[in-house]
């Protein structure tokens, strides 16, 4: 218990400046776009005089300098306020806890389905280095990361839900369908079939590829050939001892992964046509929303270092000497 406080703590603290660093960095960036949220208004109503744009950005304080409306910004964010979204005239934090969800359930999904059958092939694959198996399924895993995600969606989504209609085209539930509870449930699963396959299938090979490495290099260890000499089953050597160890990397990665998991999400919801977390950046940067845009960044922020915390807790929880180190 007292590993995991401290890991806690540490995290917690070191985070800090982590996100003091993206805040000021993608403030800074956002400014040097050309136009503001202002402009995006007034083309989308037809234009306005310069009266109006001036009483806009007199009320969303983007007339003010660059330092006062960035001090403005850190001192809303240190009391949680991720501000008020000038494109869709709402609170940020409102609009993205009403597309967060869609999200999670996207990128929770793909990652269990990549690291559950990935590590599980990884297994078959790295239990006979050299075998028919396992250069089929390193090819396999090879073709299979080298296709682009948003190809790969693209295709699903021809077959399965254009030409065969098992799947619904794009959305996260069936439009005023009344359903609720396991109903609803099923529904959202339904629609979220193809862009699991999608997202998760590049990881799956990702992860395959590293389990099978690991277990390769778990045979030539001697704690392996003196599990041989005590006589223990082929069974208990490959799940006990040798899948233990390649696991290691492979939830190193896992947290590593997270990044580019939320990233291609945003590839995969304009596919599919999902109103989640990416296709809400992509409104943003639309709409030259930088407030709107700064607290998705900041959340996206916020969910990769929790994801990193997890896997560091997994980590000494697997590792007796992460433990004592820690």
């Known amino acids: 218990m007292s590993f995991l406080l401290k890991?806690?703590?540490q995290?917690?603290?070191?985070?800090i400046p982590v996100l003091l660093i993206v805040v000021v960095g993608v403030f800074l960036l956002l400014d040097q776009a050309q136009g503001d949220a202002v402009d995006a208004?007034?083309?989308?109503?037809?234009?306005?005089?310069?009266?109006?744009a001036a009483d806009m950005r007199a009320r969303f304080g983007l007339d003010q300098p660059l330092v006062a409306r960035l001090w403005f910004t850190l001192s809303q964010l240190a009391q949680g306020n991720l501000g008020w979204s000038v494109a869709?005239?709402?609170?940020?934090?409102?609009?993205i806890l009403e597309r967060l969800p869609n999200t999670l359930w996207l990128m929770g999904s793909a990652t269990a389905l990549s690291f559950v059958f990935?590590?599980?092939?990884?297994?078959?694959?790295?239990r006979r280095p050299g075998s028919a198996l396992d250069r089929l399924l390193s090819g396999g895993s090879l073709l299979l990361y080298s296709l682009p995600?948003?190809?790969f969606g693209?295709?699903?989504s021809v077959i399965f839900a254009v030409q065969l209609r098992w799947f619904p085209v794009s959305g996260i539930e069936t439009i005023a369908s009344g359903k609720a509870?396991?109903?609803?449930?099923?529904?959202?699963a339904w629609h979220l079939a193809l862009p699991v396959s999608a997202l998760g299938m590049i990881y799956l090979a990702l992860f395959l590829r590293i389990m099978r490495a690991g277990m390769a290099e778990a045979w030539t260890q001697d704690y392996l050939l003196a599990a041989r000499a005590r006589g223990l089953s082929d069974r208990r050597q490959v799940l006990n001892h040798a899948a233990r160890n390649a696991l290691m990397p492979l939830i190193t990665m896992l947290g590593l992964q997270a990044a580019a998991m939320l990233g291609g999400s945003v590839v995969i919801e304009s596919v599919f046509g999902i109103p989640g977390f990416g296709r809400l950046a992509q409104e943003a940067v639309a709409g030259r929303d930088t407030v709107l845009l700064l607290g998705v960044i900041v959340v996206s922020a916020v969910m990769v270092i929790i994801a990193n915390l997890l896997v560091d807790l997994t980590y000494g929880l697997l590792d007796p000497r992460v433990r004592q180190e820690g």
Do not use: E
């Not at 995290?11 to 985070?15: A, N, Q, V």
């Not at 208004?41 to 109006?52: F, N, R, V």
């Open 7 to 9: 890991r806690i703590a």
């Open 11 to 15: 995290r917690l603290i070191g985070s």
């Open 41 to 52: 208004y007034l083309a989308s109503i037809g234009g306005g005089d310069a009266g109006l």
């Open 88 to 95: 869709l005239n709402r609170p940020v934090a409102d609009v």
């Open 118 to 126: 990935g590590s599980g092939l990884g297994i078959l694959a790295g």
């Open 149 to 151: 995600s948003f190809w």
């Open 154 to 156: 693209l295709v699903l």
């Open 181 to 188: 509870g396991l109903a609803r449930a099923l529904d959202v």
